[in-house]
């Protein structure tokens, strides 16, 4: 088993929908939580970071995070074209020497149709 | 703004070719990766470098090396480059040590590998 699993998609939605991506993991140990998002040929980016538990709200991006259940979610709200992607949930434990190393999801293919 | 470049966009190699990857990051950052990305798959992690001449295995280092002589310039070699190794190689840079200052990896536009 994986220590982070998200359904690749693809999802397909029209504008103005609300977008939701969900990751679920393994390891108790993680405790910073990311979204990454990777437009077609380009590097991944962060989009939303999450510390522990809780919710984050970022303009029309939320990020929850509920570590009793290992559970991680992205919530587009009113999509855009713009927000075709692929999106990629990423973790990493706090040990002191951790190195930064992070542990990604497969990645969502979003696509937002006009 | 951080830039982290790598040194091929598409890059068509022979089976048993040795081949170098280079990436350089400009941002004085002490961690850097490699990582490579297939469908359905997402990013495996080859390997790390924490430091100059520092490195460490990741999930996948069959049939890869690596080297970091300098502290902005981290090489992925393929010693013999064999049909499944073609991928999406990406590399990354992340500022510090404490995953507090890490969380955050800034990645290079990546470079498709095809071995024929």
């Known amino acids: 088993q994986k220590e982070v699993e998200q359904d690749p998609g693809p999802l397909s939605v029209p504008e103005g929908a609300i977008v939701s991506l969900n990751c679920t993991y393994s390891?108790?140990?993680?405790?910073?939580f990311m979204w990454y998002r990777q437009y077609s040929r380009k590097g991944p980016e962060l989009l939303m970071y999450t510390y522990s538990s809780g919710n984050k709200e970022d303009g029309r991006f939320t990020a929850q995070v509920d570590k009793s259940s290992k559970y991680i979610s992205l919530f587009i709200r009113d999509s855009q074209p713009s927000d075709s992607a692929t999106y990629l949930c990423a973790m990493s434990d706090a040990g002191g020497t951790s190195y930064g190393k992070l542990t990604f999801g497969q990645g969502t293919i979003l696509t937002v149709h006009p | 703004d951080v830039k982290v470049t790598q040194s091929s966009r598409y890059l068509v190699k022979r089976t048993g070719e040795k081949v170098f990857l280079e990436c350089v990051q400009d941002m004085d950052h002490e961690n850097m990766f490699w990582y490579r990305q297939d469908p359905g798959l997402g990013l495996r992690l080859i390997y790390f470098?924490?430091?100059?001449?520092?490195?460490e295995k990741g999930d996948i280092p069959e049939g890869y090396s690596v080297s970091r002589e300098k502290k902005e310039r981290f090489s992925l070699i393929l010693e013999s480059a064999s049909t499944n190794q073609t991928s999406m190689y990406l590399c990354?840079?992340?500022?510090?040590?404490?995953?507090?200052?890490?969380?955050?990896?800034?990645f290079g536009p990546g470079t498709r590998l095809t071995v024929t």
């Open positions: 990354a840079s992340s500022l510090g040590l404490l995953a507090g200052d890490s969380y955050e990896q800034y």
């Open positions: 470098s924490y430091d100059v001449k520092m490195k």
């Open positions: 390891n108790s140990a993680f405790q910073y």
